[in-house]
């Protein structure tokens, strides 16, 4: 499907007046923002720049989804619309996940005030951070004030959808081991804000008393932004800590508001847009570089001639390709 900016701006208007399918058609659009006209990107970016974006992360199994569907009710008391990007992990060990949080998210399918997205890597030419950025420019734009993104792991995908998100929920359970060996797998030093969940679970104590003298030792979050980060005992599935838990996620938001780091997020997302489609741009043309001339090269890649050198010309004739890019 390629529309043209008019089509692409009516659409725009309908998502904003609350047409959930022209919303929905614009969230793929927007999945791989390639061939859209530059135009059109800018006109939903200048509608964006106010929503809160909040990053939940941690081990496969915490209870993310689980944790999310029952902040919305919480989030929506308060007054804000929702959106969430579920970042399908297709990772093996949480196999099957994604039909879960549908089921679990699905609570929500009546109220107009939450729109829940998938996002799987599946199908995907862009990229998942591509995706998620570009969607999260997107959910800002239409007026949502709370956009949570939820992400397993720490590939470089989720360190670029992270970078996004104005405040830093990680997600963590009991029984994961005393060193929090899990933790230590590259979420140490990123949280706002720590969410022991499962607490219904036997050695939940036990556990939280180790985060807590973890993060009183300064081991545990981000402190770059003078924000003193917080440690929180929630039951997901019972329902418990969740208004205290969103308290501290509206204190985070006024936090960063305050000392004017929201705005800078907003401009750092953009920048990471701007490097991510760059790339993307320089892949394809490469691509197709290569395509055309892969008969050719052949050849002399039997008689060992000229790989790296051909690897070069290659790149340079992809970036004159690019003078024609991107088609509108
Ligand atoms: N006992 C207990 N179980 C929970 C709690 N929260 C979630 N669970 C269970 O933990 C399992 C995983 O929950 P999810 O919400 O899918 O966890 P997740 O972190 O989103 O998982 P992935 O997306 O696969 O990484 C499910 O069986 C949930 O029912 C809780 O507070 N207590
Ligand atoms: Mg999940």
New binding site residues.
């Given amino acids: 499907m390629s529309l043209n900016n008019s089509e692409l701006a009516v659409l725009l208007d309908k998502a904003r007046r609350g047409d959930l399918r022209a919303t929905g058609k614009l969230l793929t659009i927007m999945e791989d923002p390639y061939r859209l006209p530059p135009e059109f990107f800018d006109m939903v970016a200048s509608q964006a720049g106010r929503a809160h974006v909040i990053g939940v992360t941690?081990?496969?199994?915490?209870?993310?989804?689980?944790?999310i569907?029952r902040l919305i009710p919480e989030l929506r008391r308060r007054g804000a619309r929702v959106a969430v990007i579920?970042i399908d992990?297709t990772?093996p060990?949480?196999g099957g996940?994604l039909l879960?949080?549908r089921l679990?998210m699905q609570d929500h399918a009546m109220d107009p005030g939450v729109f829940i997205r998938s996002v799987s890597t599946r199908g995907l030419k862009g990229g998942l951070s591509l995706a998620a950025l570009s969607m999260i420019e997107l959910f800002d734009a239409l007026g949502y004030e709370k956009i949570l993104v939820?992400t397993?792991g720490v590939g470089q995908a989720e360190v670029d959808i992270m970078s996004a998100a104005h405040t830093i929920l990680v997600?963590t359970?009991p029984g994961v081991g005393d060193d929090v060996q899990a933790l230590k797998a590259g979420v140490m030093e990123i949280g706002d804000i720590y969410v022991l969940?499962?607490?219904?679970?036997p050695d939940a104590q036990k556990a939280y008393e180790y985060l807590s003298f973890a993060l009183d030792k300064g081991e545990l979050g981000s402190y770059d932004s003078g924000w003193t980060p917080k440690l929180f005992k929630?039951?997901?599935?019972?329902g418990q800590g969740m208004a205290e838990l969103a308290d501290a996620i509206d204190e985070h938001a006024s936090y960063i508001r305050s000392i004017g780091l929201a705005r800078l997020k907003v401009a750092s997302r953009r920048l990471t847009l701007i490097r991510l489609m760059s790339e993307r741009m320089l892949t394809v043309a490469v691509e197709e570089e290569f395509k055309r001339v892969k008969a050719e090269l052949e050849a002399k890649a039997l008689k060992a001639k000229g790989i790296l050198a051909e690897a070069s010309e290659v790149a340079r004739r992809a970036c004159k390709n690019l003078d024609n890019l991107p088609p509108t």
């Fill in positions: 941690g081990i496969p199994g915490a209870g993310k989804s689980t944790l569907s579920a992990p990772s060990i949480s996940a879960g949080d679990r939820e397993v997600v359970m969940n499962k607490s219904d679970l929630v039951s997901a599935v019972m």
